[in-house]
């Protein structure tokens, strides 16, 4: 548990001094969405790493939270947080009914069902003009505030997305060493033997799904309120797959690696743009030598592979 | 705890980024989607643009200073526009900025150059964009309205009242929608039929059959390629013997290949560029058309389009900006508001305080497409 404690402070470390590194530049922006991609993958991992369940819908779930919250208060002038609350207990208790019946899928036919949901998802944000404003997206939601501080900038934003940030990793932690971690890593690794152990598979197994709904949902809320603006291109089944590659190339059923995966699939393209038109080309190597080389992961790999590189040479840094 | 190590110095490595500074020339960013599903808006005006800043160059810049063009691909997406938007304005800290290529990523981009004080020429067509004005926002593509309106009036004065409109569900089709069914009271028209199609559905007969089985007088299909070129082989192969309109999304060469045959007697209004040869001298764009039609021919062995177009308006639009009072951003903005009868490739610019988008109906001509070419309707 002691180790435990290190890694955690050593990340809160880290993102309290990240404001002082880049003060007021562009890469505050991007940390921002770095904050909102580890929530969803962390959300995800939960769900993927752990009970070993797939799901291809995640950026529906992300979409709904964006878009509640901001229709809620564009349109109706709600409350920023009390929206944000809603919008999460609303979609964590959608995926709590539809939990039941997907989640007795197994293997392609899961990924298939949360795939369709996805979609479904998606098309209605395209196809509820009235409500979404459409694919030409949804304007005018106001910033997240506290009293008389408006979360208006990225310095800001940057605070506020990865307050929650932090608290979704601790939570996630301790759930992973808590009984109901164990058991779904039980799930994970048969759900027979978990059963005969005493584990309520089926209802654990929604209940982690809605859980991993509400977190993405708040994360979507989140995006909402940073962007003050919300477009269907951004939830599409591209962006549920991109999840699925932040966890499984930051290391499944490990909370920091998809910390790092979503770090990693986020930073990527914007250090790849110098390279112009083959930056494409460019991080699908990368992606395709990070699953060849490191199966378990940046987060199993890069230990590994650094301990391959230094004790030939002690100033090597991978 | 080596682990733990390790771990943080990944974390730092991972974001320490390196940005490039270059000398001390004018810098103009550009946002568009150069890949993604709109590429074929963002393409086109990502080669002009350059295109125009090399002739520009070339020409020993603005003033004698040169001209820095820094690009970036949205791939369509609004999160990736506003992210890239930060990126020109905080880190390239550019001057003005020109895109992006769609409505919704102009959108979400609104607030933040509003806030930095950043002139933006978008070449989105979505009337939202300068409806409210916003100080720094300005847009090149024509609205949509003024499409809209050059059918409508076409179809009044053939005495036809009832018409279907068959748009398809995405930015540019939703935006039609909308003018198509506002301004029907105009021109004493009624919409008889209102379908949608989805942008990569295959096959749209069975809206075209509710639309042959209705009072319609006419068809007006709202979309870009390749849908429409759908519709038009569909309702040939119906017999469906109504007029057929398109809009201006398709209002390039590519659309009469799609089409084929069908595509023939189909009405759409354009932007003047695909009949640059057949517009009479006195128009005050033609020299400006002819021009550009040309250096795309010759950089790009490819036929220059009005999306092409709108970022050609947009670059030359700050040049002669820049050109009056410098590159201050607050200065651009002021002087691109000073723009009297600025002849560009989208129509003749004409932007006030009260209007940032600068163009009249005359920007649209009718064209009805005939032996696999374009002829002016009159």
């Known amino acids: 548990m002691k180790r435990e404690l290190v890694k955690y402070l050593l990340l809160v470390a880290a993102a309290v001094s990240m404001p002082y590194f880049f003060s007021d530049g562009y890469m505050m922006n991007v940390l921002v969405f770095v904050g909102i991609n580890t929530m969803l993958a962390v959300a995800l991992n939960l769900l993927l790493g752990f009970a070993g369940q797939i799901s291809l819908g995640h950026a529906g779930f992300f979409g709904l939270g964006a878009y509640i919250s901001g229709v809620l208060t564009a349109t109706h002038q709600v409350n920023p947080w009390l929206a944000m609350l809603i919008a999460a207990i609303a979609v964590s208790f959608l995926a709590f009914l539809i939990g039941f019946p997907i989640l007795k899928l197994k293997g392609h036919y899961l990924a298939m069902a949360t795939l369709g949901l996805g979609i479904i998802i998606y098309i209605v944000f395209n196809e509820a003009v009235d409500i979404t404003g459409g694919p030409s997206g949804l304007s005018g939601i106001p910033n997240l505030a506290l009293g008389s501080l408006v979360f208006d900038n990225d310095v800001k934003n940057y605070c506020l997305v990865w307050t929650f940030t932090i608290v979704t990793i601790l939570l996630a932690v301790n759930l992973a060493h808590s009984r109901i971690g164990r058991a779904l890593r039980a799930i994970h690794d048969s759900e027979v033997a978990a059963r005969v152990m005493g584990v309520n598979v089926r209802l654990l197994k929604v209940q982690i799904f809605a859980l991993s709904a509400f977190i993405s949902a708040v994360a979507g809320s989140l995006y909402a309120h940073v962007m003050t603006f919300a477009a269907p291109a951004s939830f599409g089944f591209h962006f549920s797959v991109e999840l699925v590659t932040m966890v499984i190339i930051g290391g499944l059923g490990s909370i920091y690696g998809s910390l790092f995966g979503a770090t990693l699939l986020t930073l990527l393209p914007e250090l790849l743009r110098t390279f112009q038109d083959y930056d494409i080309i460019i991080y699908g190597l990368i992606l395709i030598l990070v699953t060849m080389f490191m199966p378990g992961g940046l987060v199993q790999g890069i230990p590994s592979l650094l301990g391959a590189l230094l004790p030939k040479k002690k100033e090597g840094r991978g | ?378």
């Open chain 2, 1 to 378: 705890m080596k682990r733990i190590a390790l771990f943080s110095v990944t974390l730092l490595l991972l974001t320490g980024v390196i940005p490039a500074f270059a000398a001390q020339p004018i810098k103009i960013g550009a946002l568009f989607a150069i890949t993604g599903p709109a590429s074929f808006l963002g393409e086109p005006e990502r080669n002009t643009a350059q295109m125009v800043v090399d002739e520009i160059n070339k020409k020993g810049g603005i003033k004698g200073r040169k001209v820095e063009f820094i690009a970036y691909d949205t791939q369509g997406d609004a999160t990736k526009a506003k992210q890239l938007v930060n990126k020109l304005i905080k880190n390239d800290k550019v001057s003005a900025i020109v895109g992006p290529s769609t409505t919704g990523e102009t959108m979400a981009i609104l607030d933040d150059v509003e806030k930095a004080g950043i002139p933006l020429i978008s070449c989105a067509a979505g009337s939202k964009i300068t409806d409210p004005v916003k100080k720094f926002v300005f847009k090149t593509a024509q609205n949509d309205s003024l499409a809209v309106a050059k059918i409508y009036e076409y179809l009044k004065k053939k005495n036809m009242t009832r018409v279907a409109i068959l748009t398809v569900s995405d930015g540019f089709g939703s935006s039609g929608r909308e003018q198509l069914k506002a301004q029907v009271a105009n021109y004493g028209i009624q919409i008889v039929v209102d379908d949608t199609y989805a942008p990569k559905d295959t096959d749209m007969t069975s809206q075209l059959t509710k639309i042959r089985g209705s009072q319609a007088q006419a068809v007006i299909c709202w979309g870009t390629n390749p849908g429409p070129a759908v519709i038009a082989k569909n309702a040939k192969q119906l017999g469906l013997k109504l007029p057929l309109f398109m809009s201006h999304g398709v209002s390039s060469k590519k659309f009469i290949e799609l089409a084929g045959d069908a595509a023939e007697g189909i009405i759409l209004p354009s932007g003047k560029v695909l009949v640059a040869d057949l517009l009479s001298k006195n128009d005050k764009q033609k020299q400006s058309l002819i021009s550009f039609v040309k250096d795309y021919q010759s950089h790009f062995k490819a036929e220059g389009d009005h999306f092409g177009g709108h970022a050609w308006d947009a670059v030359m639009l700050l040049k002669h900006a820049i050109g009056r009072r410098g590159e201050a951003p607050a200065a651009i903005a002021a002087e691109l508001e000073k723009t009297r009868n600025f002849a560009g490739i989208g129509g003749t610019f004409t932007f006030s305080p009260q209007d940032h988008a600068g163009l009249t109906k005359d920007a649209f001509v009718l064209v009805e497409i005939k032996n696999k070419d374009w002829v002016l309707v009159k």
